[in-house]
Nanobody, 126 residues
Framework: QVQLVESGGGLVQAGGSLRLSCAAS????????MAWFRQAPGKEREFVAT????????DYAASVKGRFTISRDNAKNTVDLQMNSLKPEDTAVYYC???????????????????WGQGTQVTVSS
């Protein structure tokens, strides 16, 4: 099982940018697809973005497509989420996630995830 630690959250004004990073430990990182989820207060955790093990394929939730970019560096065991044009509705705790299987999927549900990071808070002020 892979262990995940997020960093990079914070407070930003609407229209601004933040970059989240997730550091993974474990020898299986490079053969796993990876994902980011988020959870806003009073709401269920939702899928944000995913990337294949090679980084060649990426997919996004409709709400963030065109504004967020997921990337990974298998040599460093990291997966990042670049967030641009942030909106107040992007305010949430963001989680790095490792799916249960090795096959890539364009989207994931929380039940598909085997490992979660501790989460990092992103707050976007209007």
């Amino acid at each position: 099982q892979v262990q995940l630690v997020e960093s990079g959250g914070g407070l930003v004004q609407a229209g601004g940018s933040l970059r989240l990073s997730c550091a993974a430990s474990g020898r299986t990182f490079s053969i796993l697809p990876m994902a980011w989820f988020r959870q806003a207060p009073g709401k269920e955790r939702e899928f944000v973005a995913t990337i294949s093990r090679s980084g060649a394929s990426t997919d996004y939730a409709a709400s963030v497509k065109g504004r967020f970019t997921i990337s990974r560096d298998n040599a460093k065991n990291t997966v990042d989420l670049q967030m641009n044009s942030l909106k107040p509705e992007d305010t949430a705790v963001y989680y790095c996630a490792a799916p249960k299987g090795f096959s890539y999927s364009a989207t994931y549900y929380s039940s598909d995830i085997s490992s979660w990071g501790q989460g990092t808070q992103v707050t976007v002020s209007s």
